[in-house]
T-cell receptor, first 114, second 111 residues
Framework: NAGVMQNPRHLVRRRGQEARLRCSPM?????VYWYRQLPEEGLKFMVY????????ESGMPKERFSAEFPKEGPSILRIQQVVRGDSAAYFC????????????FGQGTRLTVV | GENVEQHPSTLSVQEGDSAVIKCTYS??????FPWYKQELGKRPQLIID?????GEKKDQRIAVTLNKTAKHFSLHITETQPEDSAVYFC??????????FGPGTRLSVLP
């Protein structure tokens, strides 16, 4: 059973471009969480999704950011018109049943906006 | 929503000593409390967890205690080793809600 897969591992975008970050959960996991982490800081919750549903997006900026977890395929975090302040590591985690068992993290995508 | 506080933010101990990290949470309905370790440049990984029907759990040098009445839980690491140096995050989860993490504790084990 492969772990949580995120790609790309590193992504460089110019200001104003779009960034698409992908997260394939572990097999059998239908719950995905996205977090943002700045250097030397904690895990800031962004969005919690279940297949085809957004459960909680309270941590995600309303402008430029969106997330989806379709019935088929990976979860995608999309950042439009990136700015330098979007540079960070973005981690996703998956769990099988939404909250009382371990969430497994992917290796993260390190986004650099130049 | 849930709010998790974590103390201390940094902790330095001598190799072989014990380390204790404490967390408090706000939502009395939270029932799952995992601890994650994140080494530099790597992903967070679960090291131990506890559910609300248990007061204490131990796994070799690591133990977690939970006081539901006071809404706090603690991580205890005994006989610390240099490889224990990392950032530790606690979390409190209510079923169906997102994982809310504390701000993290940077543990340094000095040789």
């Amino acid at each position: 059973n492969a772990g949580v897969m995120q790609n790309p591992r590193h992504l460089v975008r110019r200001r104003g471009q779009e960034a698409r970050l992908r997260c394939s959960p572990m097999k059998g996991h239908s719950h995905v969480y996205w977090y943002r982490q700045l250097p030397e800081e904690g895990l800031k919750f962004m969005v919690y999704l279940q297949k085809e549903n957004i459960i909680d997006e309270s941590g995600m900026p309303k402008e430029r950011f969106s997330a989806e977890f379709p019935k088929e395929g990976p979860s995608i975090l999309r950042i439009q018109q990136v700015v330098r302040g979007d540079s960070a590591a973005y981690f996703c985690a998956s769990s099988p049943n939404g909250g009382d068992t371990e969430a497994f993290f992917g290796q993260g995508t390190r986004l650099t906006v130049v | 929503g849930e709010n998790v506080e974590q103390h201390p933010s940094t902790l330095s101990v001598q190799e072989g000593d014990s380390a204790v990290i404490k967390c408090t949470y706000s939502d009395s309905a939270s029932n799952y409390f995992p601890w994650y370790k994140q080494e530099l440049g790597k992903r967070p990984q679960l090291i131990i967890d506890i559910r609300s029907n248990v007061g204490e759990k131990k796994d070799q040098r690591i133990a977690v205690t939970l006081n539901k009445t006071a809404k706090h839980f603690s991580l205890h690491i005994t006989e610390t080793q240099p490889e224990d140096s990392a950032v530790y995050f606690c979390a409190a989860i209510n079923y169906g809600q997102n994982f809310v993490f504390g701000p993290g504790t940077r543990l340094s084990v000095l040789p």
